[in-house]
């Protein structure tokens, strides 16, 4: 991803039951604060192209067990939706674990359909509750996270 653009902060890996029929092996969740000036569209390719070079093979099973999954959840404020995606995520407002690791890389962003910020966002579906912290895993920090963010 840095290839993309500057990585301006990065949230802590969070273990959670996987979501979809059970069974599947839980997942594992983080997010990352992305400056880029790709677009969306180009932004959304080339996630694609980095889950296709480290593995992923796409089926027509949404909840498929997964090597790997990157997700375009915020683009700034933009609301869009197209075949491809839809911005913002609807599960920013579904999934604890996704809320959780958005509110961690940018708290004070708002969501640009509620007006709530990610930190509220993430504490009305109950924060890291039912979450577990992975420590373990070490993802790649930023040199300094900006002003404002952590």
């Known amino acids: ?4 653009g500057e990585i301006r902060a990065v949230s802590q890996a969070y273990q959670s039951a996987a979501a979809g029929p059970a069974g599947q092996p839980d997942f594992v969740n ?15 390719r080339e996630l694609r192209r980095i889950e296709a070079d480290l593995g992923r093979r796409r089926s027509a099973d949404r909840y498929a067990a997964r090597s790997i999954d990157l997700d375009l959840v915020l683009y700034n404020d933009l609301i869009e939706e197209t075949e491809d ?8 407002l579904r999934r604890p674990y996704l809320a959780q690791t958005m509110a961690e890389v940018d708290p004070g962003a708002i969501h640009p359909v509620t007006g709530v910020t990610l930190a509220e966002n993430a504490r009305l579906l109950g924060g890291a509750s039912g979450l577990t912290r992975r420590p373990d895993i070490a993802l790649p920090r930023p040199a300094a996270p900006p002003k404002g963010l952590l």
């Open 1 to 4: 991803m840095q290839s993309l």
């Open 30 to 44: 983080a997010a990352a604060l992305l400056e880029t000036d790709l677009s969306p569209a180009a932004l959304h």
């Open 85 to 92: 995606m839809v911005l913002p995520d609807p599960d920013l």
